[in-house]
C-alpha cells in the first residue's frame, strides 16, 4: 500500500511539474510572438498604394492618396508617425510660405497629411491603434486611429474601419514596403 502511495504522489509531482513547465513554456512563446510581432512593425515604410474596396467588391483609390507619396514610421519606443504627400502640390507663386493665397493654402492643405504620436498593437485581435498627439487635421488630435494590418513578405497592409467615400461606405486598404 505504501509502495502504491509514493507511485502515486510521484506520478502527481511529476504531472504538476510537466504543467508548470509547459505552461511556463507557453508563456515564454507568447512573449516572444509579441516581440516578434512588435519587431515587424519597427521601421519606415513607404507608400505603395492606397486603395478602397467599394460594396460591389470593386477597388479604388482611396481619397487623396491616389498617386501620393509617403513614409509611416515605427520605433523602438512606442513612437510612430505618418506623412503622404500629393507630388503635384502647385506652388505657392510668391514663393513664401507667409504670402499664400487662400486657394494656394487650400491646395496645399488638400495635398498633404501628417499625424504622429503614440501606437499600442493588439496582436491577438490583429490591430494597431494610433494614439494621435499632433495632426495637419487638428480634429485628429487626441484621438485613437484604429488600423487593422496584415504583413506579407516586405509589406504592411494596414486597414482603416470602413468609411464614407463618394456617397458610399467603402473599406480602405493601404500598402506600405519596407524601407531597407
Known sequence: MRKYWLHTVAFALFVTVSFCYAQAEEKKMATQASTDIKNKFIGTWRLVKAEA????????????????????????????????????????????????????????????????????IHEAEGFVIHH???????????????????????????????????GEQVAPRITWQRVR
Open 132 to 166: 494621435v498627439e499632433g495632426s495637419l487635421f487638428p480634429n485628429n488630435v487626441g484621438s485613437d486611429q484604429k488600423r487593422f494590418f496584415e504583413f506579407v513578405d516586405d509589406f504592411l497592409i494596414l486597414k482603416p474601419p470602413p468609411r464614407p467615400q463618394g
Open 53 to 120: 474596396q467599394r460594396p460591389n467588391g470593386e477597388f479604388v483609390p482611396y481619397r487623396y492618396t491616389a498617386g501620393s507619396v509617403g513614409y509611416i514610421m515605427y520605433d523602438t519606443t512606442g513612437h510612430m508617425g505618418v506623412h503622404l504627400m500629393q507630388p503635384s502640390r502647385p506652388k505657392f507663386a510668391s514663393g513664401d510660405l507667409d504670402k499664400g493665397t487662400p486657394e494656394e493654402i487650400k491646395a496645399a492643405f488638400d495635398g498633404y497629411g501628417a499625424y504622429f504620436g503614440t501606437y499600442e
